[in-house]
């Protein structure tokens, strides 16, 4: 499974290591002699918004000529673009100088946040090889625009770039130009647009429409893809190693920064 709905998986488990962390912050004052103000719970989700600007702001300088000509992009915070190395020194920073008035509250809050990060490493890591061996580029019968009928892990062998599509859905044609000039620029991996549900006729019109040249646009009406990863939402972009394990995936829209910075993964 690689979501929970419309969730993706590893959004799951930063939801729950803050909720875990906010929990111990919470509950660990309430047994001093001394009321505490401000909320511990409140400490600890305030250094994680302070930790993701952070590293959402250093991701974008450091990647700032994919952003140029898409600058509403950057307000794209769904798309993956941190510096976790910024996000955790940011939070801890922050933490520190805010408690600095409150010294019944820095060991509670700090040892709550250090949980919260250890939990979310531990977890992160352990989905990621959970899903890798897990969950494979699916072994199902697709048709090209041609009418031909082919296996979708016939694709194993090279890193998989797979794009869950359909042309009803407005995100999915906005991010196709992105995946297309990433198709022409990185010609060592494979991008496979597998549509859903849909016919021959309604994605020939359409990329006729968009005047989109893309290799490797193929049909899958039954969205047997789909209910193989377990994924329920569109557009949903899985990446595969050469072996055909999954190795991470996006639920929406991808910026041209959030592609770039998945692929070098990729390699």
Not at 23 to 48: E, F, H, K, N, T
Not at 99 to 127: D, E, I, Q, T
Request: glycine content about 10%.
């Amino acid at each position: 499974m690689a979501s929970v709905g419309p969730v993706p998986m590893p959004a799951g488990v930063i939801l729950i290591c803050l909720l875990l962390a906010m929990g111990i912050a919470r509950l660990w004052p309430a047994r001093q002699p001394v009321p505490l103000r401000p909320s511990g719970a409140g400490q600890v989700l305030d250094m994680l918004l302070v930790g993701l600007l952070c590293g959402r702001v250093s991701f974008i300088a450091a990647n700032f000529a994919f952003y140029r000509d898409a600058p509403w992009s950057m307000l794209q915070i769904a798309d993956g673009g941190y510096h976790v190395v910024v996000v955790l020194a940011a939070a801890l920073g922050w933490g520190v100088w805010r408690l600095r008035r409150h010294p019944l509250l820095r060991v509670p809050v700090l040892c709550s946040a250090l949980v919260g990060a250890l939990l979310w490493g531990v977890g992160s890591y352990g989905l990621s090889q959970w899903q890798a061996n897990t969950l494979s580029l699916p072994a199902v019968q697709v048709v090209d625009l041609q009418g031909q009928s082919l296996d979708l892990d016939r694709f194993r062998g090279k890193p998989v770039v797979l794009n869950l599509w359909a042309s009803w859905c407005g995100p999915c044609r906005r991010e196709m130009p992105v995946l297309a000039r990433a198709q022409q620029s990185h010609p060592g991996l494979q991008f496979v647009f597998l549509n859903q549900g849909e016919g021959q006729e309604e994605v020939q019109q359409f990329l006729a429409a968009e005047q989109l040249a893309l290799r490797d646009v193929l049909l899958d009406e039954p969205a047997s893809a789909s209910t193989a990863l377990g994924v329920r939402a569109y557009p949903s972009t899985l990446f595969f190693d050469a072996q055909g394990r999954l190795q991470d995936l996006h639920l929406g829209e991808l910026t041209q920064a959030g592609l770039e910075h998945k692929l070098r993964r990729l390699r």
